[in-house]
């Protein structure tokens, strides 16, 4: 495994984040993994060195956060792992305050999150969401108060507008309050439209970068349909997601697949690594978020970390891509 520092941070961190969404409720989605089922995934992600775990208190309502502390506790060192969890949504967000970025509700999911991973200090809080209702200053106070309290090492922020973060970093700059030290950002050889302002920002600012959905929602691991011209709905994810089916939906986005799929032949690899490849040569990236169901899933992930792609495999997956509107942003 390769380790790299989150942005201009200390902390470091291995190439490759695993992404805990997949483990919780079995009930949740229906790719989710439950509670013993998951074990073996935490397991081989530390035995290849990865040290970087992100989960969200909406992730099977809190069961998420429940399962990786527990097997974190379990199988290492505190101080050897990040742990990462995310607040917004809530785990139950039928109340008034039970979602949003308000002082009330963020400060009582931090709370709630570490009686759920059991532990005393979250190495990486970030916002699942910009909350349009809440004045920046109010969110950005509350979460430097977590950090002055011990409960919260770093902060960070998700998805949303490069403007935004930049006027956050900004009200935190001018306060002398905690300040984002990472983006978890939607991008991957699919969806690019990240590199026009937030990409940018972050590699001037030291803005760690670890995106969601590096492999398209599973879309980058297997060659084009028979006959698939436009979307498909043939992975497990994509099926029961029904933003994948709105983002992942044009022609030139099979352009890419089929590209990276041409890479992988000639290089006598899986499409998963080469597109996972061509994600961590990018500039300012950090460490790209995994899903895993399958233990292969996390295989194909660790051998990417030491796959150099040259400038000529590269040029070939970038060229067929075409700008799009910019889409996983609510606001």
Known sequence: MKYTTLGRTGLTVSR?????????????RPWTLGDAAAQPFFRAALDAGINF???????????SEEVTGRALRSMAR?????????????????????????????????????????????????????DPTTPIEETLEALNDMVR???VRY??????????????????????????????????AIYREEEREMMPLCRELGIGVIPWSPLARGLLTRPRPAGSTVRTQDTARSASDQYSLDVYDGTAQWDVVDAVERVAKARG??????????????????????GATK?????????????????????????????QAVKGHED
């Open 53 to 63: 775990f992100d989960t969200a208190d909406m992730y099977s309502n809190g069961v």
């Open 155 to 188: 902060i960070g922020a998700s998805s949303g507008w490069a403007w935004k973060m930049m006027r956050a970093l900004s009200v935190s700059e001018r306060h002398g309050w905690a300040r984002f030290v990472s983006m978890q950002n939607h991008y991957n």
């Open 16 to 28: 490759l984040a695993l992404g805990c969404m997949s483990y919780g409720d079995a009930n949740w």
């Open 269 to 290: 690899t899986g499409m998963a690594e080469v597109a996972l490849a061509w994600l961590l040569a990018r500039p300012g990236l950090t460490a790209p978020i995994i």
């Open 78 to 130: 505190r101080e050897d792992v990040v742990i990462a969890t995310k607040g917004f949504y809530g785990t139950n967000g039928s109340g008034p305050n039970r979602q949003g970025l308000s002082r009330k509700h963020i400060l009582d999911a931090c709370d709630a999150s570490l009686r759920r991973l059991g532990i005393e200090t979250i190495d990486l809080y970030q916002i699942h969401r910009w």
């Open 295 to 323: 233990l292969s899933h996390l295989d194909a992930a660790v051998r990417a970390v030491e796959m150099v792609l040259t400038a000529e495999e590269i040029a070939a997956i970038d060229a067929p891509y075409r700008a």
């Open 149 to 151: 309290a011990g409960k």
